[in-house]
């Protein structure tokens, strides 16, 4: 969270001339519903099973960037999925987490102590996001120009 998936994923469509998803947008358009009300209203597991089928049904229908949402890749359905696809992990430390993402309005999984959650969130989720990832990139006191770039070159054969 925090690591401007979408905004790099936005770049990425645009210099390769292709189109951007986002699979967080996919599973509200599907509900109807923003991702916090599914949090609150039906709970993670829900929403973890919405996810897991939106990530899905991209990674068979579309060709473009694939932004994925931040806990996706716990579902170890999922990890399997994207065996055989490129997957770059944005890495953004705890101190640029805070600072872009604020507190937290609209993220369920930051409810209370916002930077003891992001701590825990990174500290969780950093060895899953490596396992997964062909390409890895930090983005902290990086604009997502040169993040993208990043990617860019890392990609290119």
């Known amino acids: 969270m925090g690591a401007g998936k979408t905004t790099v994923a936005t770049l990425l469509a645009e210099a390769y001339d292709v189109t951007a998803r986002d699979t967080d947008t996919d599973v509200e358009a599907a509900e109807g519903r923003s991702i916090s009300d599914i ?3 039906s709970g993670e597991a829900h929403f973890r099973a919405l996810e897991r089928d939106a990530v899905a049904a991209a990674l068979a229908s579309h060709t473009g960037v694939l ?3 931040g806990g996706a890749v716990l579902d170890e359905t999922t990890r399997d999925l994207l065996a ?4 770059v992990f944005l890495r953004v430390g705890l101190t640029e987490a805070v600072k872009r993402v604020g507190l937290g309005a609209g993220r369920p999984l930051l409810f209370g102590n916002v930077r003891a959650r992001i701590k825990a969130t990174l500290e969780e989720r950093a060895p899953i996001y490596e396992s997964v990832a062909t390409v890895v990139v930090d983005t902290d006191e990086t604009s997502p120009d040169d993040v993208a770039r990043r990617i860019q070159e890392a990609l290119t054969p």
């Open 67 to 69: 932004s994925l949402g």
């Open 39 to 41: 949090f609150v209203e």
């Open 84 to 87: 055989g696809h490129r997957v």
